[in-house]
């Protein structure tokens, strides 16, 4: 019944644990960026997108090229919230004394 007990405990600081980080990624900030830099776009952790910034000198320009530029900084700021999401997933499974499949 013990083992029971700290699995149990074990379960809810996981739990509990996996809520904080859920915070933590929502309070940070993660920038993508594409064309050198002409087209920027900012993430939560969570790879929520939350800012857009588009050099000036861009719109006068290929609408389509704009299009995929956008669509490369987005790419990109997702990618790095993904891989910040997973590093933290890793530490908690790492403090655990058996496997446990996570994700957020």
Known sequence: MTDLRALL???QQVQGRLAAIQTELANRTVTGSAGGGMVTV???GRGQVRDIRI????LGGDVEMLEDLV????????KKAADIAQDEIKKVQS??????PFSL
């Open 9 to 11: 405990t074990i379960g």
């Open 42 to 44: 900012t993430a939560d």
């Open 55 to 58: 050099d000036p000198s861009l």
């Open 71 to 78: 669509l490369a900084a987005v790419t990109e700021v997702q």
């Open 95 to 100: 403090a655990l004394p058996f496997p446990l």
